[in-house]
């Protein structure tokens, strides 16, 4: 047995009767499809993740919070501001 549109195929020849070999074949194609179209979309929502999570690496960072300093940097700005205004509530300094 043939797919044509993905272009599997399946031949069984475990049983005497003709059309219990077709059943197990049509069975097996549907979970071989199956498994190839969730892989297709686990694989396109795995890179979209990707694509929005970014790599983790420090380059990705937006803010750095330093205590010991009392600093804030804002990476995308390059505006460096005290903790303690951004504690309490004024981000106007990474603007």
């Known amino acids: 047995m043939k797919h044509k549109p993905s272009g599997l195929s399946i031949r069984v020849e475990s049983e005497r009767s ?3 070999n077709y ?3 049509l069975a097996l194609l549907r979970a071989r499809l199956w498994n190839l179209k969730n892989q297709e979309l686990s694989s ?3 890179q979209n993740r990707r694509i929005q999570i970014g790599s983790g690496q420090r380059g990705d ?8 300093d009392d600093i804030v940097v804002d990476h995308r700005t390059n505006k460096r501001t005290s903790l303690t205004n951004i504690l309490r509530g004024d981000f106007s ?3």
């Open 61 to 68: 960072k937006i803010r750095t919070y330093r205590s010991q």
């Open 23 to 25: 059943d197990n074949a």
């Open 93 to 95: 300094g990474l603007r």
């Open 18 to 20: 003709q059309t219990q």
């Open 44 to 46: 396109s929502r795995d």
